[in-house]
């Protein structure tokens, strides 16, 4: 498992090289892509055990349920981030922080 990880983060650095090198215009969608999975890696666990709990009663089978859960979890998780920082960006406008910082 250990080797997978590598090869993935590897396969990962790689590309983002590439991206990098030759300035893809997909950069920045993977930039802000990458900004939010970040931010919605905690909240990934969260929705996971309340996604679980609410669909567990249901009997789905598992084949399904895994998918499920999957697209729901991650779904969640970037709404989740995105709209806690939409709430972070108003109330700083509220108390007149400004912050000239980039993805802040």
Known sequence: MIFYNLATIGLIAT???YMQK?????LP?????????HRAYLSHV???YWCWKLLNPLHIPLML???LLILLTVGLAF???????LIWVKF????GIHRHLTNG
Do not use: G, T
């Open 92 to 95: 700083k406008d509220l108390l």
């Open 79 to 85: 709404l989740s981030a995105f709209s806690f920082h």
């Open 22 to 26: 030759y300035r893809n215009q997909w």
């Open 65 to 67: 349920l895994f998918p």
């Open 15 to 17: 590309f983002a090289l």
């Open 29 to 37: 969608m993977v930039h802000w892509i990458a900004l939010y999975a």
């Open 46 to 48: 969260f929705w996971l």
